[in-house]
């Protein structure tokens, strides 16, 4: 158990709709990343928060929002979905900006 | 720019045998470096990371990389491969400068053959 928690596990859905996914970071940690994971292209960056502030921004659709709340959990907005929007989502923490990364289990999300 | 190039998509090793998974990096000061695996429809985790103490770092399951900088590598290796060590395998490095960018290789798949 890393200690990051991200609900829910499984999540489906239909096209069009919108859904939040959420994360618990490992207590005391600063730093939270979102990351989605498909076959076609791998382990893709999403966004970076640190301490409550945007910090790096990947390849996120304009469709997708994050944020960080003054308690360090984080939630990542996915909206108007499309069949191509069906991944693992992962969540990451950190300490701070130099330390490794722990990952959650993952949300997968399936679009129907 | 700072990258990270896993050299094998692929590998395929016996259970017993000596396991190899390559990664070279690119970065214009010292890295923090860090392998993750990722067994089929679970998160990642961590097996081991160098953050510029001993260049030759012991990690999970039996798991070691050496840090040669001549080379710019970080190669993963197990002396003894077992079944549970199928999985995929992510390098990964972090710049020097506080950046706090994680930079993913494209992961290598080992498969273990009993």
């Known amino acids: 158990d890393s200690g990051v928690t991200q609900t829910p596990k499984h999540l489906i859905t239909a096209t069009g709709q919108r859904v939040t996914l959420r994360c618990s970071p490992r207590?005391?940690?600063?730093?939270v990343y979102w990351y989605q994971q498909s076959l076609d292209q791998g382990l893709q960056f999403l966004i970076q928060?640190?301490?409550?502030?945007?910090?790096a921004k990947g390849n996120i659709l304009e469709r997708f929002s994050a944020q960080q709340f003054p308690d360090l959990h984080s939630e990542l907005n996915l909206s108007s979905l499309e069949l191509g929007d069906s991944a693992l989502y992962f969540c990451?923490?950190?300490?701070?900006?130099?330390?490794?990364?722990?990952f959650g289990q993952g949300t997968r999300l399936t679009v129907v | 720019a700072q990258s990270v190039t896993q050299l094998d998509s692929h590998v395929s090793v016996s259970e017993g045998t000596p396991v190899l998974l390559r990664c070279n990096y690119s970065?214009?000061?010292?890295?923090?470096l860090f392998w993750y695996v990722q067994h089929p429809n679970k998160g990642l985790q961590l097996l081991l990371k160098?953050?510029?103490?001993?260049?030759l770092v012991k990690g999970i399951n039996g798991f070691e990389a050496e840090f040669k900088k001549s080379e710019t590598s970080f190669h993963l290796t197990k002396p003894s491969a077992h079944m549970s060590d199928a999985a995929e395998y992510f390098c990964?490095?972090?710049?020097?400068?506080?950046?706090?960018?994680?930079?993913f290789g494209q992961g290598t798949t080992l498969q273990v053959k009993p």
């Open positions: 990964v490095v972090i710049p020097s400068g506080n950046t706090g960018k994680l930079i």
């Open positions: 990451a923490s950190s300490k701070d900006l130099n330390t490794e990364a722990f």
């Open positions: 970065s214009s000061y010292s890295p923090s």
């Open positions: 207590s005391g940690d600063l730093s």
């Open positions: 928060y640190y301490n409550g502030e945007e910090r």
């Open positions: 160098y953050t510029s103490a001993a260049t």
